[in-house]
């Protein structure tokens, strides 16, 4: 069975910084391209940032380039999100998925349940 399990959201005050972790498990994680989307109320899903199954090609979403930084642990299964410098515009639900196209952040054959982000003015 396939398991994507967010954890690390929160709520902080603009200019902080929070760490998102998505651990996987029931699926190859080192042979899979791995990123994060996100989702507002009201608002339609956005790929934030992604990640190739190897580590050696990420992406960014405009809005996160410069403040957000992907990464990934292979040996743990384990995806990352440093997001530094966050905005309002930054609030809410973060999602893992695995099996992306980095290109535009389509496919995504498994997901994670989310953890929110909130950010407050």
């Known amino acids: 069975q396939v398991q994507l399990v967010e954890s690390g959201g929160g709520l902080v005050q603009a200019g902080g910084s929070l760490r998102l972790s998505c651990t996987a498990s029931g699926l190859t994680f080192g042979d899979l391209n791995m990123g994060w989307l996100r989702q507002a109320p009201g608002k339609e899903r956005e790929g934030v940032s992604c990640?190739?199954?190897?580590?050696?090609?990420?992406y960014y979403a405009d809005s996160a380039k410069g403040r957000f930084t992907i990464s990934r642990d292979n040996a743990k299964s384990t995806l990352y999100l440093q997001m530094n410098s966050l905005k309002p515009e930054d609030t809410a639900m973060y999602y893992c998925?695995?099996?992306?196209?980095?290109?535009?952040?389509?496919?995504?054959?498994?997901w994670g349940q989310g953890t929110q982000v909130t950010v407050s003015s």
């Open positions: 990640i190739s199954w190897n580590g050696v090609s990420t």
């Open positions: 998925a695995a099996a992306l196209n980095c290109r535009d952040y389509k496919g995504g054959a498994y």
